[in-house]
């Protein structure tokens, strides 16, 4: 075996020099692993260095910025951002699209300990009234589901994505009465099901004794739930009192993760044996209870918790570019790599990726008033008839070839060189086969008539 780097440090220089070396500007994880091999000293994965701390350090990043230490400090430097953006009215997605603007903003303010309520934060005054009635936030709460596209909605992912609608209640069973989850959610009832949390615990814990199974997870109760007709396929939902499975196996407590690191590790390690590969946020809320150290909810459990991208290892998450200016430029620089003369929103949304810092939709982002012409640097062209009308008559003929028109266009910089292209059509024929109305008589030569 090829000896390895002694020191985190030695590692990550090496890193950094072989990146430059392949000329990789904006490095990740999956880089990493496809590259590491070419630098025998490099390590599989770097984290094995007790001193190891981020990605973006590893190879290179910006270090972190210390983050605003009080609630307070975080909401006024909000409030400036927002009226820096010329934003009236800011919400939990402006939010997240544009803390990054000021450094010390943090990902989830909910780590703050005073936190309360995300209207309180956005600076948006006095809390919004949560529903009053049981019918009312069940109702808001399938219409939320709806919207974000989720059709089986589980308790785990209500506690996701809840304060997207900020009059629900983060926790339902603390307002009303003889609440149950399943049929806050819209769920079929099962029949015949053990009644109490109680008897199903019972008869799991048993179930799990006869089938010589010593380490109960999610995944085996998923499994064998069946071989007890009586046990219901989601407990977390239907029993009102459950609380957490390690409880409901009869499983003691057990400590979490105590760093942000070794739980990342573990949960990188549990989608691999799940066959989950590139996992999302969503799908962790949906299967962290298969390993009982790991937190429901990691973001507000560790405070040096970044994103769940580089916790779930799918790669170093890059900033886009703080300016619309910056954005544009680059942009430039992608179409003109690709000879691209003149690019069309379709061609942005396609090509974007190629330069990870660009957003997709740079007028979201930037909140700039400025149509996509301007911003690919692409003339304000004529419509496809007044196209057609035009080179007709700079020609004289209405039987245009190609080449004809394109030779012509130098003549008015309003003609698209690319009219197939740009107009979005399938062929030439398609662009001069349009119906229009052209006289072409010449002009009365006025002074030859009056001589």
Known sequence: MSQRYKTLKEASDATIALFKSIGIRFPTVDLYKKNYKKDPMLPIDPRRYDDFTTWQAYAGKAEMVQKYSTIEEAIAANVVLFKKLGISTPTYELYKDNYKKDP??????RRYES?????????????????PTYKEAKAAAAALFKKLGINEPTVALYTEHYEKDPRLHADPREV??????????????????YKTLEEASTAIIALFEELGIEKPTRVLYRKHYKEDPKLPSAPEEYYSKFTTFAKFFGIEPIELYPTVKEASVAAISMFEELGITNPTSNDYVREYWN????PSNPRRYYDDFISYSEFLGRGIVVDKYQTF???????????????????TRTQYAKYFKN???LPSNPFYTYHKPVDWPSYLGRKHFYSREVALVRAIKLLGSAEITEDEYRAICGLDERLPIQAVVYYGLNSWSEFVGLNVSVDLTPPTNISA???
């Open 291 to 294: 390993d009982p150290r790991l």
């Open 104 to 109: 010390r903003l943090p990902s989830d303010p």
């Open 176 to 193: 009303f009465k003889k609440f149950r989850w399943i049929n806050y959610l819209g769920k079929k009832e099962p029949i015949g099901k």
């Open 115 to 131: 936190f309360k309520t995300w209207n309180e934060y956005l600076g948006k005054g006095k809390p919004v009234e949560k529903y």
């Open 325 to 343: 200016e910056e954005a544009k430029v680059a942009t430039d620089v992608i179409f003109k790599e690709l000879g691209i003369i003149e690019p």
């Open 449 to 451: 008539c009056s001589a």
């Open 355 to 357: 330069d990870p810092k």
